[in-house]
């Protein structure tokens, strides 16, 4: 049965299952093994390990942002192949979020106090996409995944290249993001105004920032 052949309660609380299962408990099993399983790990000094787990906490409220931002957008998509579509990317982004929960366990780091808030502003702006229309939820799909694809790249040249357990990881998502956007676009994503993109980076800025730290 697929999520179409729901009703709104049912969908609903299958929504807040989510919401809480993202925030408060642990991600769902998921498809792949984790990449950094290919790596042993190394021995890293206290100040890049806090660095390096300040980075991938910031990387784990993106994954909790981008679980929000998918539910949204599939509860308000109106074609079927776009609902199919989102809910598809959600699942492999449902692996970096439980990557990302590992290797912040390995290096000792929390994750930010933060993700409900995080989660209730992207589920926000995941359902507003998606009333707009499917050629506009699919092009908000594009330009966050660019963004997130220039943040990775940033956060690679930051990761010591013997870390390899992080890299492999990242190196993954950022594979992922790309093709999420290709997809979106093959789909009939629409660029968004510039004002769009520029309002969606200022808030990405304000939630790697606030997230490095707590």
């Keep these: ?20 299962r993202t925030v408060f408990g642990r991600p769902r099993v998921t ?11 190394v021995d890293l000094g206290e100040d890049e390990r806090r660095h390096i787990g300040g980075l991938m906490r910031v990387n784990h409220t993106g994954e909790v ?21 989102l809910e598809r990317s959600a699942l492999e982004e449902n ?10 366990d390995e290096l000792g780091a929390g994750k930010s106090v933060l993700n409900p808030l995080w989660y209730a502003g992207s ?9 707009a229309g499917d050629k506009w939820s699919l092009g908000f799909v594009v330009e966050t995944e660019r963004q997130v694809e220039d943040h990775l790249d940033d956060h690679l040249s930051q990761v010591p290249g013997d870390d390899q357990r992080t890299r492999a990881i990242l190196e993954q998502m950022k594979a992922d993001e790309i093709h999420h956007a290709d997809v979106a676009h093959a ?12 309002a969606m980076k200022t808030v990405s800025k304000v939630m790697t920032r606030g997230a490095y730290w707590v």
């Design 123 to 131: 589920f926000a702006m995941g359902a507003a996409a998606g009333l």
């Design 65 to 85: 942002c981008a679980q929000a931002l998918y539910q949204g957008q599939s509860l308000t998509a109106r074609l079927a192949e776009v609902r199919d579509s």
């Design 187 to 198: 789909a009939g994503g629409a660029e968004l105004p510039g004002p769009v993109r520029f």
């Design 1 to 20: 049965m697929s999520t179409r052949d729901y009703t709104h309660v049912d969908q609903a609380l299958m929504g807040l299952d989510q919401a809480i």
């Design 31 to 41: 498809e792949r093994a984790n990449p950094a399983e290919q790596h042993a790990d």
């Design 95 to 104: 692996d970096h979020l439980a990557w990302c929960e590992q290797r912040l």
